[in-house]
């Protein structure tokens, strides 16, 4: 009742009667390229170009960023995995995670080059609006459980938006988001590892496959939402259908674009640390302690207290703080899998974290309810403290188009390239898809 | 801690040392292949063959019972679903779900020409240890929460299994099993479609492929058996290695061969109605009400009371007493997707099943604390009534050697090719992996 329900109403979207949901969804897949560009150098895309390569198959999908074409299956495997792994994707506080990394993935994995690009920005705003409304309606128990949100709905969501680019019937949109949900797996505890970027790849793969499975001919229990929500969140399945495609979760509350590639709960912690930095010009030895303030939970995804690697840095507001309070760079290399410097590492010692259910979020806060505090004790007794409620790039206080196009430029480093494709983006309802591969990319 | 102590006792594993757990193994394949073989002209074969080739790859593994070769993904995947298409494969009462469709398919997708097969048959052991040892310690809670334990426990199980055919160290050994747990699905509410069976291809598929990807670079969270017992049994993982080695599960209990094609659980009942009909000769006229007993919980796996489709039907006791008291066959043609005769499904509102927490046990009853007694009201007032505490084909009461052997006959339809095949089992330890491929099958 309540899958058909949903089903139905994704079946009869339109998005783009909304120019702003358009306009988001342009935006996103912007984003979506820096990101997927800025892992060219990483060695991680090697071994999964090696895990492609040794399958082998029919080259029907889009790998972006490369002059290679793979399955379906594995172009998502692929994109989704290079759009999260140096989780500088894009962020929904709705999902408690990052919709278009898998979404897009499967979108471009299963996108024809004669595809009418309307359809296919319609389906991202489809299948953000399908994540959204899963993730609010089953957080925070899911998250918190342990799930990695971004893989266990994303692949719902992902399956639904390819369902929907594909014109199924509600009936096969339905199925299809079953086949799915009864794949939908990724555990928190592998955050830190290279398994989080790979469980976003995963699921866009499934979702992929979901898709196809139903459309050659297999049938699952189309009636999976009640189920589902039992063993996933333990609760009852809401209405999902509710105001449907009256402002679209794209636009609003909106996605969130990083500045920097690490966990979005630590966005503010570093704001608010890169402001103390710069009015003060602290250096390491004019620290003697530092407290963070999060209210409760505000902090379950920074899992890493004491990080022995920059990998584990991109979950540690100990580390992240750190930094920008010292003034070192919050760049791609302070988060590499390489172990992070002894005596960073003792610093650490001096930054304690706490959460406090007395102060009130702010109004503005987004994600609702968000807030961090940072606070120093310097050695010449000086208390120094900031607060931040919407940190860079939340949707409170988003990147401006010049500050995206830059994030783009930074991940290709060829202007002509970055403008090209930013054209092809704003022109996709009449463009082909294989202007976002790279002719030239050799490897 | 607990995940490596476990990785650390299957690497040190010698099952083989135990001449029993090496028959129990071959038995097993036995049963394996005729089941597989059985599925021969099923539609949903072809349709999975169709996605196989759509995809296409390099062909690195074997599709049993086919001439076909494929990658070890899709190998794996077409060989488990075929394994469990009929839901007439082995089980395991402390999985409480199904080993061998999940460790064989995966066993058999990776499996090299001229690998020792010693190391696959104690590899197979090994992978039934663990399956076993988790549902043990996760059930009924896991099951009972919505699971299907066979892909949920198989799919880790599986990938134990082949790191320790490929000798990983224990590292890797509980590094694949963690990249297998971060993947691991698989909703009951899906069961009585097709994608039950596909459950359990995708669990043979997700287990290759985290033993390839852990193999070819890619690096998991190896301490996961905490984590995953939280979030899919709410549970504390215990010691899983206690008394490893001294008697091997695959053994002690032991596997159940199914004879019929249907979920064991209504095996106790099938087994009593075909005893009361041959006994006093009843026919549909004959019968006023049925009432079927099980302790607590002992049909939850059955849920279908009233199946629109014989596929329906699998998990339906209601139609099989029914079928089985009239003299019906329980033969693979009652058991397909298509509608059961509304005559029929008239009949089936005279059968009620109750449940009965104050009747105890047999001590010999396998699975522990199993039974079912169907108790008939004849239409001339007599009351008769049959208990079945250990159904044919279960540990207690197996099938001889003989039956077995018929099994597979009945499956491949010529002695000459059933007879090379057993023997090929038995000489597993010197004969090369492909004398189970079809030559001579075109499809």
């Known amino acids: 009742m309540n899958t058909e329900k949903l089903a139905e109403a994704i079946y009869h979207s339109n998005p783009l009667d909304s120019e702003r949901a358009g306009q988001s969804a342009i935006e996103g897949i912007v984003d979506y390229l820096a990101v997927s560009y800025q892992t060219k150098s990483e060695k991680e895309m090697m071994?999964?170009?090696?895990?492609?390569?040794?399958?082998?198959?029919?080259?029907?999908?889009?790998?972006?960023?490369?002059?290679?074409?793979?399955?379906?299956?594995?172009?998502?495997?692929?994109?989704?995995?290079?759009?999260?792994?140096?989780?500088?994707?894009?962020?929904?506080?709705d999902v408690r995670g990052h919709p278009s990394a898998v979404i897009?993935?499967?979108?471009?994995?299963?996108?024809?080059?004669?595809?009418?690009?309307?359809?296919?920005?319609?389906?991202?705003?489809?299948?953000?609006?399908?994540?959204?409304?899963?993730?609010?309606?089953?957080?925070?128990?899911?998250?918190?459980?342990?799930?990695?949100?971004?893989?266990?709905?994303?692949?719902?969501?992902?399956?639904?938006?390819?369902?929907?680019?594909?014109?199924?019937?509600?009936?096969?949109?339905?199925?299809?988001?079953?086949?799915?949900?009864?794949?939908?797996?990724g555990l928190r505890l592998q955050f830190g590892t290279v398994i989080k970027p790979l469980h976003v790849g995963i699921a866009a793969k499934n979702a992929v496959e979901s898709a196809d499975w139903i459309g050659m001919g297999m049938h699952s229990n189309?009636?999976?939402?009640?189920?589902?929500?039992?063993?996933?969140?333990?609760?009852?399945?809401?209405?999902?259908?509710?105001?449907?495609?009256?402002?679209?979760?794209?636009?609003t509350p909106g996605l969130w674009f990083k500045q920097y590639p690490f966990c979005s709960a630590a966005a503010h912690g570093a704001d608010a640390a890169a402001f103390l930095h710069q009015t003060y010009g602290l250096t390491d030895q004019d620290i003697e302690s530092v407290r963070i303030c999060f209210p409760p939970d505000g902090d379950s995804a920074l899992i890493h207290h004491d990080p022995e690697t920059g990998e584990e840095g991109r979950f540690s507001i100990e580390y992240i703080v750190w930094l920008a309070l010292t003034g070192k760079p919050l760049s791609f290399a302070s988060f590499e899998s390489k172990p992070i410097p002894p005596s960073w590492r003792a610093s650490l010692q001096k930054v304690n974290r706490i959460t406090d259910a007395t102060i009130k979020p702010s109004k503005e806060a987004l994600p609702k309810g968000r807030f961090t505090i940072v606070t120093v004790t310097a050695t010449n007794g000086n208390?120094?403290?900031k607060r931040i409620d919407t940190p860079k790039g939340s949707p409170g206080n988003p990147l401006t188009k010049?500050?995206?196009?830059?994030?783009?430029?930074?991940?290709?480093?060829?202007?002509?390239?970055?403008?090209?494709?930013?054209?092809?983006?704003?022109?996709?309802?009449?463009?082909?898809?294989?202007?976002?591969?790279?002719?030239?990319?050799k490897s």
């Not at 002059?67 to 989780?87: E, V, W, Y």
Request: proline share 3%.
């Open 104 to 185: 897009l993935s499967a979108l471009f994995a299963v996108g024809e080059p004669e595809m009418h690009g309307k359809r296919f920005l319609a389906a991202y705003v489809v299948g953000v609006e399908i994540m959204a409304r899963l993730g609010e309606a089953m957080n925070p128990t899911h998250y918190l459980k342990g799930w990695h949100s971004t893989a266990t709905l994303g692949v719902i969501a992902a399956a639904g938006a390819v369902a929907y680019l594909r014109k199924y019937s509600p009936r096969l949109i339905a199925e299809t988001m079953s086949l799915a949900a009864t794949q939908s797996a």
């Open 383 to 385: 208390v120094l403290s």
């Open 222 to 251: 189309p009636d999976f939402l009640t189920g589902f929500f039992e063993v996933y969140a333990e609760t009852n399945v809401p209405d999902l259908t509710v105001n449907w495609g009256k402002t679209w979760r794209i636009v």
């Open 47 to 93: 071994t999964l170009k090696q895990i492609v390569l040794e399958q082998g198959g029919n080259p029907t999908g889009y790998l972006i960023g490369s002059h290679l074409h793979a399955t379906r299956s594995q172009a998502a495997l692929f994109n989704g995995f290079q759009a999260h792994l140096l989780d500088y994707d894009d962020v929904h506080s």
């Open 402 to 441: 010049s500050q995206l196009k830059t994030k783009l430029l930074h991940a290709i480093g060829d202007e002509a390239r970055a403008e090209q494709l930013i054209e092809a983006v704003h022109s996709l309802p009449i463009s082909t898809l294989g202007v976002f591969q790279e002719a030239d990319c």
